[in-house]
């Protein structure tokens, strides 16, 4: 009897718990952009693999086009030497040609064989011998000879045109290979690009995405911003898409690039929404100030320490942008109005752009 009370009353508990578990969301069911797995962090994950899948296979390639140069500088000289061997080859038929000519005019070993027979001596009958000999066995050598670099054509021949096709397969399996990596490059571009305009349209940043921070080596104190990069807007140029004049240096880079604090420092400002889109300020010693802007996703939280080198964020075309690029800008103050031009501040630290 106390047995049966004890499952009633331990039913309800259970059927409490189950209610509770199946409330909860599992992981798949997290919200994006958490920066606990979601698929915004999958997403940028998978943009930063591509980016290096894809330079990996622009090695291959670019490998492989080297030695294709290599192997056609190397097939121009074997072609050389083939012309070579066709003109001993035909030099050599020239010469067989000689001897048939000359076999047919003396009705070929007939005279020596006569010469042999009608010999008066030892000495004439031997003279008679050696010479027929000494024309057998010319005929017989200038033949294999012939054979033999007919044979050694056939196989060099053979031999460059095998290698040259195996090359040529290489080489195009490898730009096979290449644009694959670069058309899932650019379909995880685009998204990532979709996320990071609606987040600025929401006005609400998703979260740090957190990325598998490369081993950097760095032995300086002060990096660029970015790794690869072609200058393009310079600092205090002027343009139609500003009030004044241009307040940073902006690096031409696709959407996803990794972005690297120019050094060590604390963050201070993570924000989405208005004219930088995305952006990230860092305050460095010295009372120095950096901004990263238009950015399509963020690696950090406002109040982190970072080192020199450390990937930030990924590059984007949020906010007033026209194309995807990093606007860097080096200021005094963390706020706008306090900005110095940030080549030069770079350069007084070592680093050249």
Known sequence: MRSYRRLRL?????LCALAVLAARPTAAEKEPGT???GDSEGLSAEVVRLYEEAAVATQQYEAGRKEADEQRARAQ???ELLDAQRRHIAALHEDLGRIARAQYRTSGGLPVAA????ADSPDDLMRGQHAFSQADLAVNNAISKNRRAEARLAADEAKAAAQWQALETRNTQLAALKAGIE??????RSQLQG?????????SCRGAVRLDQPETGFTSAWVAPVETYELSASYGSGGARWSSRHTGQDFAVPVG???RAVGAGRVVKVSCGGAFGIEIVLRHAGGYYTQYAHLASVAVEQGEHVSPGQWIGQSGSTGNSTGPHLHFETRVTPEMGSAVNPVSWLAARGVSL
């Not at 331990?10 to 259970?14: D, S, T």
């Not at 010469?115 to 009608?118: A, C, F, G, H, K």
């Open 257 to 259: 690039t990794p972005v």
């Open 115 to 118: 010469q042999m027979i009608l």
């Open 77 to 79: 000289r074997a072609e």
């Open 35 to 37: 920066g606990t797995g």
């Open 10 to 14: 331990l039913i309800p508990v259970l």
């Open 183 to 188: 058309q899932k490059l650019e379909a995880a």
């Open 195 to 203: 996320q990071a305009d609606a987040a600025v349209a929401a006005g």
